[in-house]
Structures are given as structure tokens and as C-alpha cells.
């Protein structure tokens, strides 16, 4: 099992930029794939974005490529995910992953992941 810790979630205002964090106090978060999703009320889980092992390669859904990035720190233990120019539909709790399952390889949408965090809530306000 690996617990997944988040943070860095909170209100901001539509157009401004938010930087969330993660990382496990037990488990090498190296030896995953990491990757973000986020729930929206009323919507399903979707993809927001995830890094290879080594933090060489990475994915973003469509709807925040070229507004976020992910990033992490291996000698912190620490997942990064940054995002800008935030909109209004980006309000969602967004959920730390590990293991992302990515059967059809990378550029494919992931399926899933093994591990979840508690998510972290975000709010873009007008």
C-alpha cells in the first residue's frame, strides 16, 4: 500500500496559478508512474496529467496542456503539478496517483492507477 499525501489546494481566482504537491513518508514514489485526476462535482474521474519514472516523459489531458506542468523531485520524494491560466472548470478535488496504468503506452489516456491520495480541493472563482 502506499499512502499518497497532497497539498497545496485552495480558491483561486480565474486567470491566476496554483502549484500542488505530493509525496509518501513510506513508499519511494520513484518506482511509480505518477500522475493527477481530478473529479469535478457530478463528473467522473478524468486524467489531468502524469511523469514517467524518471520524470523524462509526460502526458497532459487536452484540457490543461499548455497550462500546466508535472514535475518531480526524487531526492524530495515529492510529485509536483503546476497550473496557470486556471478556469472556472477547472474547479475539481484533484487526486494524487501511483502506478498510473497506461496499457496502451504512453500518449494513450490512462486507465487508472493503483494508489490514491485523499485529493486536495481546487476552486476558480470568477
Known amino acids: 500500500q502506499v499512502q499518497l499525501v497532497e497539498s497545496g489546494g485552495g480558491l483561486v481566482q480565474a486567470g491566476g496559478s496554483l502549484s500542488l504537491s505530493c509525496t509518501s513518508s513510506e513508499r519511494t514514489l520513484s518506482s511509480y508512474i505518477m500522475g493527477w485526476f481530478r473529479e469535478a462535482p457530478g463528473k467522473d474521474r478524468e486524467f489531468v496529467a502524469a511523469i514517467s519514472r524518471g520524470g523524462a516523459t509526460t502526458s497532459y489531458a487536452d484540457s490543461l496542456k499548455g497550462r500546466s506542468a508535472i514535475s518531480r523531485d526524487k531526492a524530495k520524494n515529492t510529485v509536483y503539478l503546476q497550473m496557470n491560466s486556471l478556469k472556472l472548470e477547472d474547479t475539481a478535488v484533484y487526486y494524487c496517483?501511483?502506478?498510473?496504468?497506461?496499457?496502451?503506452?504512453?500518449?494513450?489516456?490512462?486507465?487508472?492507477?493503483?494508489?490514491w491520495g485523499q485529493g486536495t480541493q481546487v476552486t476558480v472563482s470568477s
Open positions: 496517483a501511483a502506478d498510473v496504468l497506461l496499457p496502451g503506452g504512453w500518449g494513450t489516456p490512462p486507465v487508472g492507477a493503483s494508489y
